[in-house]
């Protein structure tokens, strides 16, 4: 019996091993994908020092976007074309709007899980992914660390605001290349005239409500272009800790404070403080770039706007907001980071410059020089045919680009943290149902209370 | 005597039509609005998840449940089949997946099957137990293991990550054991005193006698494998590849209108293999019970 | 011999990503962690949604599972007893397994929606709204989909089950002046014990994936009575918390593994009996 027993151990284990092999075999001799490539950087040259003949002969970065980036193309081009020895897979997903959203979870969990495994491509795009639970599990490369080790780096070549305010969890682990401008574009001589003084440096969303009532219905008829159940999110935002105390797990929704901010809200939108149709005091704007600036600012039908800091939640010191665009990660596990790092600070040189309408402002403090040049030089902007200044050009006035300079140092907030906003969705998907009219402020305010709640608690 | 037997059997028949039509209502309203036009279903559903406002009569709007279309129309069908290549494609990759899963998962599973329902071997019922256990693990538990498992054999993005942990899925050997357990051990006992070995046992007493559980088995493989969502998910990052299953795991409200009709077609090969195999549980229990 | 081809498979893709799955619970993290003991357990059941992600899981499960066994079995049993037009009325019972989860969540949405048609009927009755997802009805509102769309799978296995019993045994029963409970607790009962123990542990495998449903119709955080484990585990997933994923999961499968013990020694018994 006992010889038996061994027998068959010993023909398990042959057969396991056949079996194994079988596997590897099939798997190895299996055809290429013929769409894309896989983000799987097996590839034993990326191993091998930069310059050596390594025997797969060059070094492959693979660098993931879940949209497809023209801007991002070239630069894998240029760069390719400066260094042959480095081969650089883009690889982004295909999709439409009707399947945006099953396509970008599934991205989310395919890349997520990539990273966990410590596989996942060496340098990825971090605007749609939680970058700041990356971070936490330790799986981007701190680029502090870099540029401190890095002699050739010149953080003076850049908006070092950016650079110390896009950081997360204490460290520079997603590279901006470039970044959008978060603000309020207000008429100055409309505000003026209605005897309201406005400090934007440190203005609250508290001191916005109050303001706005002087405004109701003088020059224009509202006060901001919005819908009511953004503006409970800002009022929120900057009450916070009336409602929310993240280190007991507590939420303090189901209050009377609450609902009575709910009541102020609904009542600025009856009032017409807050409108979506009409012409308002303040548009709540994105500046893309110098161009931009310029349109956003006289295309609102008011020749006289401004360009204000986005009222401030509690809590935030004083500054203007901004939000990192095409933010670079580079992965903890990849095998080849200093081939990566070069690549990084490539992307955020000033040797290929931007599209200057639609692709934020330069991280590069040169690039963005050039772009300043080039406007001072046509002396005007080129509008939209189909916008609402009908294609006519707008003048350039220097005066106004040295405001926007002040702006854009000025900016020292980051609008998404590199996480999904739990807090803000559950307000603002739950309060729609108050703000229609189809449910009493207290179930809405039971609704989030219990959703928050939940969140905090997990 | 006759009338006395007519009579609960039509209040039998009765009390099962009342519950099969209940259940149906799904069903045949997806295949009833499968015959709609996209500006119908628009029209008819295009409130869901919406929070219209009360002062514009919001609080006096519903979606239209609609039995019958206004209009006949084979629209949603040629648009899923005609003008959208990836639905036939994905259609024959669901099938390149399911087939050989099912085909490999019976022959491997009814094996380990029969080992666990009727060789003493030591430690059988505790390697059972972990079989057991790991069908319960969620899956995003497994998901980076997997995962790692997937890329060191060099599986990914290939249909073989799915087919081969398919195969040797714990779901077959689990159930099969359960039929095979009904079979007696003297059948067994009496077979091998007349000489012979497991593998004739096998072969001529537990698969003809599971034959039940062995249809059974391939029905529900198909139903969890055609379905299935989170392995292609993973696993075949090209879209190219991917199953039917996640054409419709998840239906945006711009595609309800041909959403329907790409249901309905989705479920045709599990309807002709229900209408194939369902004579295996129906032969042989006929009226065993009621007798007398 | 037999075993082989399985088990070489089954340790490849399940045991190795399960061991290293329950691994994980005992790290602080899951590229280059340490070990850190059950301080991830700690953590885990100081928290408030855990809890009650876990004692929504316990009543789903522990009311859908067993009303869906009474209900599918009695549904077998009666298909049995042979009715008319038998098999198209099988048919009919079983057919809601093959309908694709975005179709099931479009009808579900139908009826339950704040503008469904449920809605509409209360509406036109005079009464007001209820938003049926988001209201302490919202668990029956699921323990309905789970029934609806299990009854069909586990009447599969019954009837498989059933067809099984040697009819022999009935005739001798009869002969011997049993009556019909008699057969039904001595032979029918008995004889499925090996059925029902797989159907029990599947039914409870299925009550859980009817998360990909509930996610689908009510969200990451959806109202509380439903927010259950799945839910639980789903989020930390998407935050990769992966320890607390993973200590969640253990600690439920260990919970069910008490039960499937349970469950194996009566097994155990009616093996003893066929023997």
Redesign the interface.
Known sequence: MKTTNRK?AR??AA??IF??FA??A???G?GE????H???S?DKGSEQPVEAPANAGKTTLTFSTFFPDPHLQELVTQYEALHPEVDIQLQSV?TD??????EME?F???T???M????GPDLLVLDDL?AA??V????LVNFDELIAQDSAFKREDYFTNILDHAKIGGGLYAMPISFFLHGLAGDEEALAQAGVEINDDSWSWNDFAVLSQKLVNKTYPHVIHTEPEYMLNWMVSDNLSLFVDESK?TAKFNTATFTGLMKQVQKMSEDGVIGAEGIPYFFPVQINSPGDYFESLNSFLSSNMKLYVKPHAQDVGAGGYFQPYRSIGLN??SKAKEQAWDFVKFMISDQVPVDPNHAGFPLNKRLYAQEVEQLKKDGSVPTAKEGPLKGVPIQVNPDELDALENELTGATHLVSKF??D?LAD?IVEQS??FF????STEDVAG?IQ??V?????? | MKRSKLLPQIALTAILGFFALLMSVPLLLTFTNSLMTETEIGMNYGLIGQ?????AG??TRFVNLKLLPDWLSFGQYREVLILNSKFLRMFWNSVGMVVPIIAGQTLVASLAAYAFAKLRFRGRDKLFLVYLLTMLMPFQVT??PN??VA?T??????E?AII?PGVFGAFGVFMLRQFMAHIPGAYAEAAKMDGAGEWTVFRHIAIPLAKPGLAALAVLLFVDYWNMIEQP??FL?????QPLS?YL??I?S??RGVGFAASVLYMTPMLLLFFYAESYFIQGVQMSGIKG | ?FL??S???FA?FYMIPFVMGISQSLTN????GRFTGLSNYSELLA????R?AAANTLLFTGVSVPLLLALSLSLALLINKGPFFRQGLQTALILPLVVPVASVVLVWQIFFD?NGTLNAWLYHGGHS?V?WL?SNGSMGVLVVLYLWKNLGYNLILFLAGLRQIPRDYYETARIEGAGRWHQFSRITLVYLTPTLFFVVLISIINSFKVFRETYLLAGD?P??RI?MLQH?MN????????Q?LTAAATLMVLCISVLVMALLSVERRFRDVLD
């Open positions: 068959r023909a398990t057969t396991g079996l194994l596997l590897a099939c798997s190895g299996g994908s013929p769409q894309i896989t983000g799987k097996g295909q709007d009707a399947h945006l959203e099953a599934k989310m969990t395919q997520n899980t990539a966990l495994a410590g596989k939680p639970s990356y936490k599990n330790g799986l797990g903890q596990s996480q999904p739990q559950i729609q149902a229609s009219g189809q449910k609704l219990n959703k709640t939940t969140y905090l608690n997990e | 929070m219209t406002d009360v002062a919001g609080n998901l980076v995962y790692l890329s054999l060099g599986l990914m993005n290939k073989a081969l998910l993973l990052e090209d879209s190219f590849k996640l795991a998840r945006a711009e595609e | 011999m082989t081809p088990m070489l498979g490849v993290r899951t590229l280059g928290s408030g949604s855990f009650k704040w709204r938003d988001q955080y109202y509380d927010y639980y989020n930390m997933f998407a935050a990769l918390e992966i607390k």
